[in-house]
């Protein structure tokens, strides 16, 4: 168990629709990573947030955004959505700023039909 | 300069032998260079870890060589076994950001 909490687990819904993606971070850890795994796929960076803040910005459509709230959680908006979102969404964390330690989540998966 | 280049994107290594992941990099501001493994339906995790200034790691069956002047880093599973068959990510951090590898996907054959 990476310490990091992510719902839903799956999301199942149509295309045009907009879901919200959770995620927790461990306890203390102050930065936030969003990144997007389609089928067979490598890790696509998506954005980071650093206590509260935009950090780094990824290969994120315009469609999605993304927000980390004063408790540190966060969350990711992904609206207007097509065939192609269909992914798994991870969350990860990290105590610093920039770290190459990051503690994963278990993802969401999001089917869009 | 950004990128960190990994191969093979596939690898099948029988039962009790070597599995070995190569990657490279064009960044010298990278400054710790991690390997994760994600099994199926799951998120990756931190597998091992090294810094530029050793030029190898152990951690039981898995050890990774890393090649300063060649900007080159992998992964060496030593008596491989069906449950090490995951996708293994390399990745390299530096002060800015860090950057993943495209993964590669080891199968071990019984």
């Known amino acids: 168990d990476s310490g990091v909490t992510q719902t839903p687990k799956h999301l199942i819904t149509a295309t045009g629709q907009r879901v919200t993606l959770r995620c927790s971070p461990r306890?203390?850890?102050?930065?936030v990573y969003w990144y997007q795994q389609s089928l067979d796929q490598g890790l696509q960076f998506l954005i980071q947030y650093y206590n509260g803040e935009e950090r780094a910005k990824g290969n994120i459509l315009e469609r999605f955004s993304a927000q980390q709230f004063p408790d540190l959680h966060s969350e990711l908006n992904l609206s207007s959505l097509e065939l192609g979102d269909s992914a798994l969404y991870f969350c990860?964390?990290?105590?610093?700023?920039?770290?190459?330690?990051?503690?994963f989540g278990e993802g969401s998966r999001l089917t869009v039909l | 300069q950004q990128q960190v280049k990994q191969s093979p994107q596939s690898l099948i290594v029988q039962k009790g032998g070597i599995s070995i992941i190569n990657c490279a990099y064009e960044?010298?501001?990278?400054?710790?260079f991690p390997w994760y493994q994600q099994f199926p339906g799951k998120g990756p995790a931190l597998l091992i870890a090294i810094r530029p200034d050793v030029s190898e790691k152990k951690e039981g069956r898995f050890t990774i060589s890393f090649n300063k002047s060649a900007k080159q880093f992998s992964l060496h599973i030593m008596d491989s076994q069906p449950g090490d068959s995951a996708t293994y990510f390399c990745?390299?951090?530096?002060?800015?950001?860090?950057?993943f590898g495209s993964g590669t996907r080891l199968s071990i054959r019984p």
């Open positions: 960044n010298t501001a990278f400054d710790y």
């Open positions: 990745a390299a951090s530096s002060a800015s950001k860090i950057i």
């Open positions: 306890s203390g850890d102050l930065s």
């Open positions: 990860a964390s990290s105590r610093l700023a920039v770290d190459g330690e990051l503690f």
